[in-house]
């Protein structure tokens, strides 16, 4: 069977049954179609064996002043349910929503009597925000109460790259600074990995701030301080000589240029540039996500 095959009858499977989604059991292939590869939007499958068993799909909640907020919809197999894939393309689809800059969830139609999906939303941080009353007519338990369930974002780690399966990664704490100067342009240097905010690994006994503040004297030569947090994020880095993979943990600050330290000469060379120059130079995702947060 072709993914497109498996995902119908996924789809297919799933509002048969009447009980957790609003599209009648009869719903047409070309409706199911337009609802999960639409424009506006991402989707996933997971596959099991080379057969696509689960599948999911990212939008705007609303439009323009409220598409900040994502909505997604998910479906897996009835005969593969249970095992765990619900719940990794739940987690998958948060660190996508956060990857791609949403800062919240909304799921506006949740049935009540969809136990399953209402525990799998719950342990994963959402939050019942209103029950709609007698909302949805069950195919076997005639009307029931539907919910708006909702989570922020700002704790979820976005995760950027992957490493190839035949590698194991080599954990890499990092801290970075985003530094602002008065015309609210950022720092940013010229290294061997390509253009990079400034920062680095965090040496032993070292706290993320005190390594990007290490950081930013030794690569800038600038004094800073640190204004506040700016995010966390992981990203994948392969080096190219070694053919090692980094899994770079990485904490964000913003800081302020406080001076130049004097007589120091900065060991990489470094520019400022405007937010929209630096989003373009930028080489690593995750730094210009950190820019966007
Ligand atoms: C809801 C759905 C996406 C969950 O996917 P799944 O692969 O079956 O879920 P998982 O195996 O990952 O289980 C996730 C959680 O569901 C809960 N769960 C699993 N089986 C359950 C059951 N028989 N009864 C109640 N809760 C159950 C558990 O909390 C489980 O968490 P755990 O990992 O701590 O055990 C899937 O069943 C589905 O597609 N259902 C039909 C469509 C649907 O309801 N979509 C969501 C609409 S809001």
């Not at 696509?52 to 598409?67: Q, S």
């Amino acid at each position: 069977m072709s993914d497109r095959e498996d995902v119908w009858s996924i789809f297919h499977a799933v509002v048969s049954t009447g009980d957790t989604y609003a599209f009648a059991p009869d719903t047409s292939v070309a409706v199911a179609a337009d609802y999960f590869v639409g424009s506006e939007m991402v989707a996933f499958v997971a596959e099991v064996d080379g057969r696509v068993v689960g599948m999911y799909k990212l939008i705007p909640n609303r439009r323009d002043l409220g598409a900040h907020v994502a909505n997604a919809s998910f479906m897996v197999h009835p005969e593969a349910a249970g095992r765990g894939i619900g719940r990794a393309l739940g987690d998958h689809c948060l660190r996508q929503a956060r990857v791609r800059g949403f800062a919240a969830m909304q799921f506006n139609f949740v049935v009540s009597t969809n136990t399953r999906g209402v525990a799998l939303w719950q342990s994963l941080g959402f939050v019942v925000m209103a029950t709609l009353p007698n909302a949805f007519r069950h195919q076997r338990h005639g009307l029931v109460d539907a919910y708006v369930m909702f989570r922020s974002l700002d704790d979820i780690v976005p995760v950027f790259g992957a490493a190839r399966p035949d590698i194991s990664p080599i954990a890499r704490p990092s801290a970075y600074a985003l530094i602002y100067d008065e015309q609210r342009r950022v720092a940013v240097v010229r290294a061997g990995g390509g253009i990079l905010l400034p920062g680095g690994g965090i040496d032993d006994g070292e706290t993320p701030e005190e390594a990007a503040v290490r950081e930013s004297a030794e690569e800038c030569a600038l004094e800073i301080r640190v204004v506040g947090p700016r995010g966390r994020a992981v990203q994948f880095v392969h080096a190219r000589e070694t053919k090692d993979c980094f899994e770079k943990h990485s904490t964000f600050f913003e800081a302020t240029p406080v001076s130049t330290r004097q007589g120091v000469i900065p060991d990489h060379s470094w520019q400022w540039l405007s937010p929209a120059a630096a989003q373009w130079a930028l080489t690593y995702p995750s730094h210009r996500w950190a820019l966007n947060t």
